[in-house]
């Protein structure tokens, strides 16, 4: 059987939610045509059923697609920081680093001393309680390891090859 790699599967999944789009919008063009009062339809080179069909094939060919990449992401690893990880884990750690250095750049980029207004006399100060630099480079660290991460992970979805015939859409 023909097979695929895994990062083409990631590609193709998104070829075929956006091919059964247009196969349902075709649906909606072949399931009504407006004709005069005791006219006949036109001939149709296409009809209702032969798309649904079409669709259906589609739809299987993802659910296997998906399927086969979900297997292929739970019994494939990447090695980082010297640990094992499951390509699903190695997905999910390196959408937490990232998360982790937008929130360390909030802080880069705070004051560290701001006034806040001035009430009855009273001035209040609002106080950082760590050092924006200190967070700038945690930042930096958090995105350059996230970076490592997902060149990993693209890696070895180049490496994993899938079961599927792709030339049906490639």
């Known amino acids: 059987m023909a097979t695929i790699s895994l990062a083409e599967a990631v590609k193709l999944k998104s070829v075929l939610s956006s091919r059964i789009h247009e196969l349902e919008e075709e649906m909606d063009r072949v399931a ?4 005069e009062k005791d006219q006949k339809p036109p001939k149709q080179s296409r009809t209702l059923e032969h798309v649904e069909n079409d669709v259906e094939e589609v739809r299987r ?32 750690l390196a959408t937490q680093l990232r998360a982790k250095a937008r929130k360390y750049k909030t802080y880069a980029s705070s004051s560290i001393e701001e006034y806040q207004y001035y009430g009855d006399g ?14 700038r480079l945690k930042a930096l660290e958090a995105e350059k390891r996230a970076n490592r991460l997902s060149n990993s992970i693209n890696a070895k979805n180049y490496a994993v090859y899938l079961p599927f015939d792709r030339d049906k859409y490639f």
């Open 61 to 92: 060919d993802l659910r296997l697609l998906d399927r086969l990449m979900y297997e292929a992401n739970v019994q494939n690893e990447v090695m980082f920081d010297e640990t094992p990880l499951t390509i699903v884990e190695a997905i999910e």
């Open 122 to 135: 009273v001035q209040i100060v609002k106080l950082a309680m760590f050092d924006p630099e200190e967070y």
């Open 32 to 35: 009504f045509v407006e004709i």
